[in-house]
């Protein structure tokens, strides 16, 4: 099966400019996730869509950063206006219910973004 | 809420020597707990995962973890490490629905 597809791979942008990543999950994976990476660290949970429906939102920025997946399917992940501290890599994930449980995330090769 | 703590951010051992990293976690709920492993500008590739089953996991690569709920642990063990298991290794726990909660990472480095 195909994996999680993000584009673009790679982004630089300037500080207070607004940038776009996409995902497209797995097909039939109906949970999606967005994580933030900054380098040395572990991926951070920014937002995870069941469906087109959010799930949790508790650490994303709100501020500057949205989402959405209006067809519970491909999702957006915008950031406007870019700070500095937006420099890391955007990894989106899906996962799917099997035997009644939920799958492990299955990981994008992710959106590298630098703001200078 | 959940969370994991991954005790050493660097562990180095010899080539055919065994590699241990631990990991540690906190749920609220029956966890699911997860490895993965970041190479160099690669994605993240899950290594094992345990989700109730048999305490014992075992993974790609000759990897393998225990899942110990009275030490609320699940570290990670291979008997022979390679060269080409040098990278970031991440220990995951998952309460429930719940996102991933992913540790600090624990870089892995093998001596020739």
């Known amino acids: 099966e195909a994996g999680v597809a993000q584009s673009p791979r790679y982004k630089i942008i300037e500080k207070r400019q607004s940038v776009a990543f996409w995902c497209n999950p797995i097909s039939g994976h109906a949970t999606l996730y967005w994580y933030q990476q900054i380098l040395g660290q572990g991926p951070k949970l920014l937002i995870q869509?069941?469906?087109?429906?959010?799930?949790?939102d508790s650490q994303l920025p709100k501020d500057r950063f949205s989402a959405e997946r209006l067809k519970g399917v491909d999702s957006t992940l915008k950031i406007q206006p870019a700070k500095l501290e937006d420099s890391a890599v955007y990894l989106c994930?899906?996962?799917?219910?099997?035997?009644?449980?939920?799958?492990?995330?299955?990981f994008g090769q992710g959106t590298r973004l630098t703001v200078v | 809420a959940q969370s994991v703590t991954q005790l050493d951010s660097h562990v180095s051992v010899s080539e055919g020597t065994p590699v241990l990293l631990r990991c540690n976690y906190s749920?609220?709920?029956?966890?699911?707990l997860f490895w993965y492993v970041q190479h160099p500008n690669k994605g993240l590739q899950l290594l094992l995962k345990y989700t109730s089953a048999a305490t014992l996991v075992k993974g790609i690569n000759g990897f393998e973890a225990e899942f110990k709920k009275s030490e609320t642990s699940f570290h990670l063990t291979k008997p022979s490490a390679h060269m080409s298991d040098a990278a970031e290794y991440f220990c995951v726990v998952r309460g429930g629905a719940d996102g991933l909660t992913f540790g600090k990472g624990t870089h892995l480095i093998i001596q020739p």
């Open positions: 749920s609220s709920y029956s966890p699911s």
């Open positions: 994930a899906s996962s799917t219910l099997r035997g009644g449980l939920l799958t492990e995330a299955f």
């Open positions: 869509f069941q469906n087109n429906g959010v799930v949790d």
